[in-house]
T-cell receptor
Framework: DAGITQSPRHKVTETGTPVTLRCHQT?????MYWYRQDPGHGLRLIHY???????DKGEVSDGYSVSRSKTEDFLLTLESATSSQTSVYFC????????????FGQGTRLTVV | DAKTTQPPSMDCAEGRAANLPCNHS???????VYWYRQIHSQGPQYIIH?????ETNEMASLIITEDRKSSTLILPHATLRDTAVYYC??????????????WGAGTKLIIKP
C-alpha cells in the first residue's frame, strides 16, 4: 500500500464540537485530497491541496476547512460538527495531475450525535 | 450527476470471468474510462483505464466499444477477494480545475464459492 495514514480511524463526537481529521503521507506527493462517502453514493470531494499552504474547495466544502503546513500532512477540520457530517472520510494523494496515480487511505468513520 | 450507468449488483462464480458492463453514451473525445473498486471498509483502488483501445494489466482487461459509448471490465479468474463495489468513471486524463472524478453508485460484485 502507498504510505498514507488517516487518523483517527473511528470517532464519535457531539453536535457543535470541533473535530480534526489527519492525513499523513510518506510518499512526498504534491497533491492531497479529502473526500466524504455516504451510504449508496460515490465519493464527493471536500477540499484539496496542490502544495504546502495551497488549498482549494471541492464540491461539498461548506462546514469544512483544511490546512497543509507540511508536505506530509493534510488536516480536515469540522469547526462545529453537525449530524449531516456523519460520514466516512477518505484522504487521497497523487504525485501529479493524473488520476491513474491517485492512492486512497483506509478512511475515517465519523459519527456526530 | 454521474456520466455512467452501471447495474447495481452482479454475481459471479469463483474461478469464472466476471464481466462488468458500463454505459457512457455522452463520453467526450478526450475522456478516458477509468475503473476503480472499493472493497468493504477500504479506500478505492485504481484498476485500469483506457481511451479507445482495449487495455490489459495484471488485474483486469478493459474492452471499449468502437463507438466508445460502453465498455466492459473483465476480471478473468474471479476470486472471493474480488468481491467489491466497482466504479466506472469517465474523465479527462489530467485533473482539471475541479480536481475530481464524478463517482456514481457503482456495481456491487459478489463472487460466490
Amino acid at each position: 500500500d502507498a504510505g498514507i495514514t488517516q487518523s483517527p480511524r473511528h470517532k464519535v463526537t457531539e453536535t457543535g464540537t470541533p473535530v480534526t481529521l489527519r492525513c499523513h503521507q510518506t510518499e512526498n506527493h504534491r497533491y492531497m485530497y479529502w473526500y466524504r462517502q455516504d451510504p449508496g453514493h460515490g465519493l464527493r470531494l471536500i477540499h484539496y491541496s496542490y502544495g504546502v499552504k495551497d488549498t482549494d474547495k471541492g464540491e461539498v466544502s461548506d462546514g469544512y476547512s483544511v490546512s497543509r503546513s507540511k508536505t506530509e500532512d493534510f488536516l480536515l477540520t469540522l469547526e462545529s460538527a453537525t449530524s449531516s457530517q456523519t460520514s466516512v472520510y477518505f484522504c487521497a494523494i497523487s504525485p501529479g495531475q493524473v488520476w491513474t496515480e491517485a492512492f486512497f487511505g483506509q478512511g475515517t468513520r465519523l459519527t456526530v450525535v | 450527476d454521474a456520466k455512467t450507468t452501471q447495474p447495481p449488483s452482479m454475481d459471479c462464480a469463483e474461478g469464472r470471468a466476471a464481466n462488468l458492463p458500463c454505459n457512457h453514451s455522452t463520453i467526450s473525445g478526450n475522456e478516458y474510462v477509468y475503473w476503480y473498486r472499493q472493497i468493504h471498509s477500504q479506500g478505492p483502488q485504481y484498476i485500469i483505464h483506457g481511451l479507445k483501445n482495449n487495455e490489459t494489466n495484471e488485474m483486469a482487461s478493459l474492452i471499449i466499444t468502437e463507438d466508445r459509448k460502453s465498455s466492459t471490465l473483465i476480471l478473468p479468474h474471479a476470486t472471493l477477494r474480488d468481491t467489491a463495489v466497482y466504479y466506472c468513471i469517465v474523465r479527462a486524463l489530467e485533473m482539471d480545475s475541479n480536481y475530481q472524478l464524478i463517482w456514481g453508485a457503482g456495481t456491487k460484485l459478489i463472487i460466490k464459492p
